[in-house]
């Protein structure tokens, strides 16, 4: 065998040997480290008789505490609950009866409310009655003192300057009356509209005389107007700023209207 081969095996041998040492070595390590360990565990456990007096560490604790049993804890319970739920419903019916005097006094407050509205709207249509049914008077009222004015002023004077008097509403006719009006005052010399009284019939007549004139018809249209209307009543804007003849009585009226007819006539004659 070469020298090479033995060197081999003689390492071999030798690593063998090495892990033969170590094992013993660690054995021997072991067993003294367990020798010791097992003597401090020993020592220990002496220690712990010495000391241990046979009792658990928390038994003084727990018995110095007091303990409820659960049937009395529950029974409080429930009755807490029952009071608590009376209380509930008391306040419920306080709430209940609270509100229910609310609405009462709030259907209440509604219907005086209602009967204070129904007085003033009563009220309210007797006043608008009663405004109505004077104001029905008074044009009645002018209306007849018209018509006597007619009679003892105005036909007279009219009739004394040698014209005719004619009454619209005294005219017998057929088919339209806004027609015949209309006719008739385009026939005429003069209109003469009396504004006592604001008569819607009297400011319409007054109006067609008025166009007329506009288109170039020779027609005179003379206002008239009782002093103590005009002042009280006063006639229409679009009318208040004419030369109207204002009278106080039937006797001023023959004397004011007769100067008024016959300027207007006069230059009428003249061209």
Request: aromatic share 8%; net charge negative; glycine share 4%.
């Amino acid at each position: 065998m070469s020298e090479k081969k033995k060197f081999g095996r003689f390492l071999a041998l030798a690593t063998a040997a090495g892990a033969v040492a170590a094992g013993v070595s660690y054995f021997l390590k072991y067993r003294s480290f367990h020798k010791e360990l097992d003597q401090d565990f020993h020592d220990f456990e002496h220690e712990d008789d010495d000391d241990f007096d046979g009792s658990l560490p928390h038994e003084s604790e727990a018995a110095s505490r007091t303990y409820v049993t659960l049937g009395e804890k529950k029974e409080e319970t429930k009755e807490t609950a029952k009071e608590a739920a009376q209380v509930v419903a008391d306040a419920a019916d306080e709430v209940s009866r609270q509100a229910a005097d609310a609405a009462e006094q709030a259907t209440e407050s509604a219907k005086e409310a209602a009967q204070v509205v129904a007085e003033d709207a009563a009220d309210a249509v007797d006043t608008v009655k009663e405004a109505a049914q004077d104001a029905a008077d008074e044009a009645k009222k002018a209306a007849e003192e018209t018509a006597s004015t007619y009679e003892n002023v105005y036909k007279p004077v009219i009739q004394s300057l040698n014209y005719s008097a004619m009454r619209i509403d005294e005219k017998q006719f057929n088919g339209s009356i806004i027609g015949e009006i209309t006719a008739e005052i385009t026939d005429s010399v003069a209109l003469i509209a009396d504004l006592t009284g604001n008569r819607g019939g009297v400011y319409y007549e007054a109006g067609i005389a008025r166009g007329l004139q506009l288109c170039n018809h020779p027609i005179k249209l003379i206002l008239t107007c009782k002093q103590s209307f005009f002042d009280s009543e006063r006639v229409h804007f679009d009318v208040s700023g004419d030369n109207i003849v204002l009278y106080a009585n039937d006797d001023d009226l023959k004397q004011k209207l007769a100067k008024r007819l016959q300027a207007v006539l006069s230059k009428e004659a003249e061209a």
